[in-house]
């Protein structure tokens, strides 16, 4: 690659059409706002080799790793995304008569277009899972907006109230990283959390209800019919809403389906693929009330200023 002085190909064609029109190289620098030298070194390269490309964009040491050798890095990287640059430059070098650096095994992935990044968290989905997600998206893919706001969503979401933070980083010297200042405190299991049941659809926020004690199927119960019910015959008089709830066990109970029976003709539960909270967008609300309480001047000390704090958060989440 040239350097960032080079002139392109086209601009050293002007210069080279320029003398060759009659123009001097005071003249030529003047028209084109190169300097003389330029004028001067371009044209002079022009009479030896006949070329109007840069000679400086064949120096350098050659690449060590052609065309050939990043298709092989590539299948690689396809074979094993987990492996470590040692790992990498390791099995590439196996077999090859010029081994290579680690260095280079890191430029050559970056001009592939290759960088080290943290995976994205998805659920352990097992093959009847796909299949029953697959039955799912074509069930409901001609569903309209129109249609999708006739759904009502609903979850349950547990807040913690100490936590470790992955992504806070300081600023230290290299012999501060024991300086109280530069640490972060964790307790056993959090120090505790607050649970909570919340609901939404696109028309406005439902309720959201603590859950003091692990939500079984005569808790969910209560929460079905004092909260649920309500809000579906409300958003949805016409008996057209959707109420969405995953497979969670004390959702499943026979007392939970008898009580969803004896109201179908006011609205419907969706069917609801197994292992899917990513198809949930509940789980946007729950992201906005962690970075709500994460930004707090005053964070909670205890689980009552906790549960206090989550449903003053909730209540203030704009449509």
């Known amino acids: 690659m040239g350097k960032k002085g080079d002139l392109s190909n086209f601009k050293r064609g002007m210069v080279v059409g320029a003398r060759r029109a009659g123009l001097s190289i005071s003249q030529s620098a003047q028209l084109l706002g190169f300097s003389r030298t330029t004028i001067s070194r371009v044209y002079k390269e022009w009479c030896a080799k006949g070329k109007t490309s840069s000679m400086r964009q064949s120096c350098g040491r050659k690449c060590l790793v052609d065309a050939r050798g990043q298709r092989r890095m590539g299948r690689l990287i396809q074979a094993d995304r987990r492996a470590t640059l040692t790992e990498i430059t390791t099995r590439y070098n196996r077999g090859m008569q010029q081994s290579i650096c680690e260095a280079t095994t890191r430029t050559t992935l970056r001009r592939m277009g290759y960088n080290s990044r943290r995976p994205h968290r998805v659920p352990l989905i097992s093959t009847t899972n796909r299949k029953k997600r697959l039955q799912f998206a074509r069930a409901h893919q001609n569903w309209t907006v129109e249609d999708w706001k006739n759904v009502a969503w609903s979850d349950e979401s547990r807040f913690l109230l100490r936590h470790s933070n992955g992504r806070v980083r300081i600023w230290r010297k290299q012999n501060e990283n024991m300086d109280p200042s530069c640490l972060v405190t964790t307790v056993q299991a959090g120090g505790g959390g607050v649970m909570v049941w919340g609901m939404f659809s696109w028309h406005t926020l439902g309720p959201l209800v603590p859950i003091g004690h692990c939500l079984n199927a005569t808790a969910y119960l209560s929460i079905v019919s004092d909260h649920v019910h309500p809000f579906m015959t409300t958003m949805y008089p016409s008996s057209d809403g959707y109420f969405q709830q995953d497979n969670a066990p004390c959702h499943k ?67």
């Open 253 to 319: 109970a026979r007392i939970i389906s008898n009580w969803f029976l004896e109201h179908e003709n006011e609205f419907t539960v969706l069917k609801w693929p197994p292992q899917s909270p990513d198809l949930n967008p509940i789980e946007h609300l729950w992201d906005v009330v962690e970075r709500e309480l994460r930004a707090l001047d005053v964070h909670p000390t205890n689980l009552h200023q906790l549960q206090d704090a989550i449903l003053s958060i909730w209540a203030n989440i704009s449509k």
